[in-house]
């Protein structure tokens, strides 16, 4: 019998940091997800601030063009 018992326990534990090393592995894949969105907020917000960046230098652009065209039609 006490080999018996002895195996449960045994078994016991092995099941138990089983159930541990399941449940860090959830926690690590949700951390690992939430950062995965963050960078690719991250992401977005740099390549809006590039596109607006361009549409900043194109009005400038076309400003100062038309600017010189008047100056040079008067």
Known sequence: MDDFDAQYEADFVNITEKEKKRKRSKKTDLENKSIEEKKEEKRRK?????NEKKKRAVIL???FR??????YIC
Do not use: D, G, Y
């Not at 740099?46 to 590039?50: A, F, T, V, Y």
């Not at 038309?66 to 100056?71: Q, Y």
């Open 46 to 50: 740099k390549e809006s601030i590039k």
């Open 61 to 63: 652009l076309f400003v």
């Open 66 to 71: 038309l600017r010189i065209l008047i100056a």
